[in-house]
């Protein structure tokens, strides 16, 4: 098992804990860690998974989660809700 450290921008820091429930749903058993401090999610990969997929998918879910919360009062203005 290795350590796989993937760098969050500073645009995407509020979106992290919402888009790291995400990646643990379509990925169980992968373990997830965010380090706020350090602004840096850890995944601990195995030997038979590919870590650039895995943090092309947590790249994903916060590139995601961003545009949820961005584009949510649009949407409720648009619905009427």
Known sequence: MRLVEI???EEFLPFVEAA???VGYLLP???LEYEKNR???SV???D???PQR???EVRYALYRER???ETLPIRKRILGA
């Open 7 to 9: 760098p969050v921008s």
């Open 20 to 22: 790291l429930m995400r």
């Open 29 to 31: 058993g992968v373990p």
């Open 39 to 41: 602004s840096l999610i």
């Open 44 to 46: 601990h990969v195995d």
């Open 48 to 50: 038979d998974q590919d």
């Open 54 to 56: 895995l943090a092309k």
């Open 67 to 69: 545009i949820f919360k």
